[in-house]
């Protein structure tokens, strides 16, 4: 009596088909083993996977328990050639590996032996097997390229995006971080670097690369790349995650269309006004430095261009004071309240969804020691523990169940006034003066370039040609107006921005 193995296979879509069953295919090997003498060593069964490669878990159990024992095994039985592989060069390959051990390679439903024509079956059979996988990879191309021309996007989600349903959707957790990833870019106010360290704070971790692919991909406006299906973008049927606007404004930006405004690095932080005040003679940018009085050094804005003819310099106290003066008469424009607006609301909200989070976990927390503490009681009661052990863990939980109400108590005690934040906010922008006083050298800087793009020219106690950004307007100069906008006396205690 030879022996054999069965090898059974179905895959993922043939199981959800039905038809191929596993139980099927092994009645009917065990039936032809049995037919033609064969006692089962064992038998193999392969689910839901795919006869793509070769690389199949049960496959490669069999083939190296074949080649362990070789001498015992005459043949493999499977129930069609097709479960074996879908293309001929795999097929070639098994059925070698196989008849090199000495095992016949039977199918259980089809044309098994050595003649001509028995081979040609067989080569026919597997020939047929491969234009079937490929007429299917052919209908796969086919889907996807409808599906791709039909607004959705079938490769990998990128950050901000989940698959699902056969197309992308924001993710809830990752979709605001690309928000303010453009948002704070726009404004033109940050470096890609910067962006990089902003968004760590948040617990997102993007390289250099990942940064620029993210804000140069118009998948976050709605549009998807154009390929080999379609010559132009196609507009997807899932939801932007930015408006068009924003995005054509960061493509400006990182054209270099628009300046990234950033601070000096190499700036003394005594002189926040160097390179930005122009000589009232030849309208060079001041530089700043310290010169020798009789008793302290005095620190001085002055021009060294060597062609200028007045030798131009301002204490730096006298030139501060007149441009913090000038300040007092920006304001900013409605839409810059109105982002300013959006951006503390998002903040508010954000906070407030990890501190309620935070509170649930902390709730659960508790129930559940409330519940160990009741077990242990029930295990004291009914003897399984000594005294002993159940003094020191009632004790331990009791330190833990403690810890736990304090931090719910304390989560309870931040209570935000959303309204109140808004008003500050909006009181802090509407004195931009103060802001700057208060500033640190790089927000200074800042906010010099944003609302004077190309600078300011000293002139006589004033400034002249002052090209202010359409971000700010100027105040109605007349003085009662003014008055008005003296900070109230609780700003005075507030941090800078
Ligand atoms: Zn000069």
Not at 13 to 21: F, H, R, T
Not at 58 to 67: D, K, S, V, W
Not at 247 to 253: R, S
Not at 369 to 384: E, H, M, P, Q, V
Request: positive net charge; glycine residues 4%.
């Amino acid at each position: 009596m030879s022996n054999a193995i069965i090898y059974t296979r179905v895959s993922t879509k043939e199981q959800a088909e039905g038809g191929y069953s596993l139980s099927n295919q092994d009645k009917e090997c065990k039936k032809f083993a049995i037919d033609n003498k064969f006692s089962i060593l064992k038998v193999y069964e392969e689910r839901g996977e795919s006869a793509k490669t070769t690389a199949r878990t049960e496959l490669q159990h069999l083939m190296r328990y074949c080649t362990q024992n070789k001498k015992e095994i005459d043949a493999l039985i499977i129930w069609k050639f097709d479960r074996l592989a879908r293309n001929m060069k795999d097929f070639y390959f098994l059925n070698n590996y196989f008849n090199s051990l000495n095992i016949k390679v039977l199918s259980a439903t089809e044309v098994n032996g050595e003649s001509a024509t028995e081979k040609l079956t067989r080569n026919m059979l597997g020939a047929f097997a491969q234009f079937e996988n490929d007429q299917k990879s052919e209908r796969v191309t086919a889907g996807m390229k409808q599906a791709f021309l039909t607004g959705h996007w079938l490769w990998r989600a990128p950050i901000g995006y989940i698959t699902k349903n056969g197309n992308i959707e924001p993710d809830p957790k990752t979709a605001h971080h690309v928000k303010k990833i453009f948002k704070l870019f726009s404004t033109g106010m940050y470096e890609q670097t910067q962006l990089i360290k902003i968004i760590e704070a948040d617990g997102i971790k993007i390289n250099t690369n990942r940064m620029c692919r993210l804000l140069r991909n118009p998948l976050y406006m709605g549009y998807m790349h154009k390929n080999k299906w379609s010559e132009e973008p196609i507009r997807g049927i899932f939801e932007p995650l930015i408006s068009e606007a924003e995005f054509k404004k960061v493509q400006d930006i990182l054209n270099g269309k628009k300046p990234v405004i950033t601070a000096y690095k190499r700036n003394n932080p005594e002189f926040p006004l160097r390179q930005f005040i122009t000589c009232p003679n030849c309208n060079q940018p001041l530089t700043g430095s310290k010169s020798k009085g009789r008793k302290e050094r005095y620190a001085y804005y002055h021009c060294h261009h060597k062609d200028c003819c007045i030798n131009f310099r301002i204490r730096k106290e006298k030139l501060e004071k007149i441009f913090v003066d000038y300040l007092k008469f920006i304001k900013p424009e409605r839409d810059l309240l109105n982002l300013f607006e959006a951006t503390v609301k998002d903040v508010y909200n954000e906070k407030l969804s990890v501190r309620l989070n935070s509170q649930k976990q902390v709730q659960d927390k508790l129930i559940e020691l409330k519940n160990r503490k009741s077990k242990l009681i029930d295990f004291r009661l009914d003897g399984t523990i000594s005294e002993e052990d159940y003094k020191f863990k009632t004790k331990q939980l009791a330190e833990e169940i403690q810890e736990q109400e304090f931090r719910l108590r304390e989560a309870d005690a931040v209570s935000d006034d959303l309204t109140k934040c808004l008003k500050y906010a909006c009181r802090a922008i509407c004195n931009i003066d103060t802001i700057w006083e208060n500033g640190d050298l790089d927000l200074k800087q800042r906010l010099q370039k944003l609302i004077f793009p190309k600078g300011l020219m000293y002139y006589s106690n004033d400034f002249r040609t002052a090209e202010i950004s359409s971000l700010f307007i100027k105040k109605d100069a007349s003085l009662a107006s003014y008055n008005n906008m003296v900070p109230p006396s609780e700003f005075e205690s507030l941090p800078p921005p």
